[in-house]
Structure formats: C-alpha cells, structure tokens
C-alpha cells in the first residue's frame, strides 16, 4: 500500500568534543589539542520512486553520525558524511515545532533539514600569552533535532479522474507501460499508479465516490493528489445507469474539497464502449450532449478511439515542450 502521509524525527548529529593533548618534546612543549568534527546533517533528495516513503515505517526516527572528537598534535576530528535521504518528488515536509514547509518537487533537489552541531575547540584554541598551559577545551554543539509530518502530493501531468471501475487503470496500461491492478472493484483501489506516455507522467487517481472530500472511501487522500496535476482526464463508464449524474458527483467532491480543482483543463472519456450496445452508447451520449458535457467515447479495446486519446496526449505534450 502506498503511504503517503508519515511522521518522522530527524535529528542531525552532535559536534565532536575538542582535545585536551600536549606535546612533550623538548622545546616544543605545550597545548596540541584539536578541534572535534562537526555533526553530519540530514537531507532530503528528490527521487520519482513514488513509494519512498515507506522507508519511514520502520524508522520513524533518524540519527545522523556525530563528529568525531578532537585529536593529539592538533589534528582535527573527521567530518562525517552527511546523511542524504530520498523522497518521492511531491513531498512536503512540515516543521511540527514552527510550522516551517518544505516542498520537494523535482528530481535531484536537495533540502536541508536538520544541521549538524560545530565542534569544540580543542586547548591549542586557547593558547595566548597569559595562558601557556590551557586545559579548557569545548563540547561539540548538539545537532539539531525536529519532527516532520510528510504527506505526498503527486506531481503527474495529466490525471485520470471517476468513479470506481471507469477504466482509468485499464486506460493506463494501454497507454503506457505501466502495469496497474485491474479489477471490477465495488469500493476503491488503495494506492494511484503512475505511467510515462512519452515523457508525459500519467496518474490514475484511484476511484473516488460520493463523500470523498470527507474522506469517505479515503477520497480526501486521494483528492490531494489531483491537486498537483496539470490536465483532469474524467472517465465516465459507458456501463453505468446515469453517466451524467457520475460526472456530476465527482465534480462535487472536486469543488467540496476545493473549488481551484473545477479550473483545471478537463477531458471527459466515456469508456467501456465495447461492453453496450448501440443503442445504449447513443443514449448515454445524447444525455451528455444534453447536459454541455463533451465527451469522447472510447474503448481501450479499439486502438481508433485510443487514438483520439493519444492525440489530446500528444497536444498536451506540445504545449509542454516535450
């Protein structure tokens, strides 16, 4: 299951403490403490692996390295690596503590999260002329500590959008090489599947249903994912007793969860075409037609309605410049 909602702690690592050394050859006797290692921070990286953080179940908490210590003949503790972790692109990280957001939305962007502490000085820090003899050294800074709530917001350029069995996975896999779980399912699917159609990402937003944008059927999850989603594919399966009302009841829960969703550039699909017969289709679409609801009848079956769909596609790509 994906998981698209975790809280974790982070904290980065505590600074080495300085050293306390002298040198005891003849004529060079005196204070050769060195100063500890800074603590190894923690980063969040951009990654397109949508399920990255599942990481996070099984290790809510996060230490990154200490600094090493200080050293004899002045020699410096070593800096640790800092610990990098990545993050499916569509992550926001919220500060529990301040508030403070953070979002990752491309491949490869690196965020700080947490610093490491400084480290101490050691005793040759404090040498001077009225202190020949230093014993005073430094602990190292403790690292910075905080909880982040994570939640995945998908970052897709076009998004399939209905209710339960419209066909939006079907569509997927005949678009794309993705393999998403299909199946005639009376509830929901539990995770969205992703496809690259020729460098346009694809999203199949599991199936949403009356109550979603209260969360019934985890519509409210699912409906944060679309938020992020350039252009809006609604499927609408030719199979159902009143497409209109079906296109009407997912346009509802778009503007209850949030009314920005009904300005995103929209594509109604009626799918399943194959599975009704004629006179059926013609009434579903004069019903459509009725209502000011344009929609292209499909079959993911007849390769020339998909390639109706292949060409908004195609347009959609063009206008993206890829």
């Not at 929609?295 to 998909?306: M, R």
Request: aromatic share 6%; net charge neutral; charged share 25%.
């Amino acid at each position: 299951m994906l998981i698209d909602e975790i809280t974790v702690t982070l904290t980065a690592g505590h600074g080495g403490r300085g050293a306390v050394a002298w040198n005891n050859i003849k004529l060079h006797r005196g204070p050769v403490g060195g100063d500890g290692a800074r603590g190894a921070s923690i980063y969040f990286e951009g990654a397109s692996d949508i399920s990255l953080l599942k990481q996070f179940q099984s290790r809510p908490e996060i230490k990154a390295r200490d600094g090493e210590a200080g050293k004899g003949q002045t020699r410096d503790g070593t800096n640790p690596d800092h610990l990098v972790i990545k993050v499916p692109t569509g992550t926001v990280a919220t500060n529990l503590e301040t508030g403070n957001v953070i979002e990752i939305t491309k491949v490869g962007q690196r965020e700080l999260m947490v610093s490491g502490g400084l480290g101490g000085w050691g005793n040759f820090k404090y040498k001077s002329s009225t202190n020949q003899a230093p014993r005073q050294y430094q602990e190292g800074l403790p690292g910075e500590s905080a909880a982040f709530r994570l939640d995945l917001k998908l970052i897709a350029d076009v998004g399939f959008i209905g209710l339960p069995n419209a066909g939006k996975s079907s569509l997927l896999n005949a678009l794309t090489s993705a393999r998403a779980k299909v199946g005639n399912y009376q509830f929901t699917t539990l995770e969205p599947n992703l496809g690259d159609y020729y460098g346009l990402i694809l999203a199949d937003i599991p199936g949403l249903i009356e109550g979603a944008a209260e969360g019934k059927g985890l519509g409210d999850k699912f409906l944060k994912h679309i938020e992020r989603t350039g252009v809006l594919m609604h499927l609408i399966s030719a199979e159902s007793d009143d497409p209109v009302g079906d296109y009407k009841t997912i346009r509802n829960e778009l503007k209850k969860y949030n009314k920005s969703l009904l300005e995103k550039e929209e594509y109604v699909l009626l799918t399943k075409n194959d599975a009704v017969d004629a006179a059926t289709l013609k009434a579903h679409q004069q019903a459509l037609k009725k209502a000011k609801i344009k929609a292209t009848p499909i079959s993911v079956y007849d390769d020339e309605s998909l390639k109706e769909v292949m060409q908004i596609l195609n347009t959609i790509k063009k206008e993206k410049g890829i």
